[in-house]
């Protein structure tokens, strides 16, 4: 059996707005010019440090790297790790994006306002970020090429 990488709903009990990966959602809007601009240039500081976006492997390498060096620093001496979460994470979501037809929405739910992945289709939301900064702040290391490919796989008619 497969490492449970995130819970998926059956949605047969929930309203439409709970079939989600995140949990249920109040609002589900698209991204402005500018929030579109702010995805593209964030991944793009990935590249320009060398980081494949585009290859699983890569990225893995690249978050491993920074995780295990965030956490071997004394705990004061940590910086704020929202910046890389966040660069990896949308540089994991747009990988999944193109591969599963998912498309960048900001989703507000009980936890706040969040870039999101989503599809109308089988209404499925995927929160990219989260997933990274849940399993950074579990040390979880060798971690991202598997999430990555599972997330595919279990997207309904990820390819199309």
Do not use: C, N
């Amino acid at each position: 059996m497969g490492v449970p990488w995130f819970k998926k709903s059956s949605g047969q009990d929930q309203p439409p707005a709970e079939r989600v990966f995140g949990g249920p959602v109040s609002s589900i809007e698209p991204l402005r010019d500018d929030e579109v601009a702010w995805v593209r240039s964030t991944i793009a500081e990935l590249v320009e440090q060398g980081v494949r976006t585009d290859d699983l492997d890569d990225l893995g390498r690249y978050y491993d790297e920074m995780v295990a060096g965030w956490h071997r620093l004394k705990e004061s001496d940590r910086p704020d790790p929202d910046a890389v979460i966040r660069r990896i994470g949308l540089a994991l979501g747009q990988y999944v994006a193109d591969r599963t037809g998912l498309e960048w929405r900001v989703a507000i739910d009980d936890q706040g306002t969040e870039i999101a992945l989503y599809r109308e289709r089988g209404e499925v939301l995927v929160h990219p970020t989260r997933l990274v900064a849940t399993r950074w702040v579990a040390r979880e290391e060798r971690v991202l090429p598997g999430l990555g490919r599972a997330l595919i796989e279990s997207i309904p008619d990820a390819t199309g």
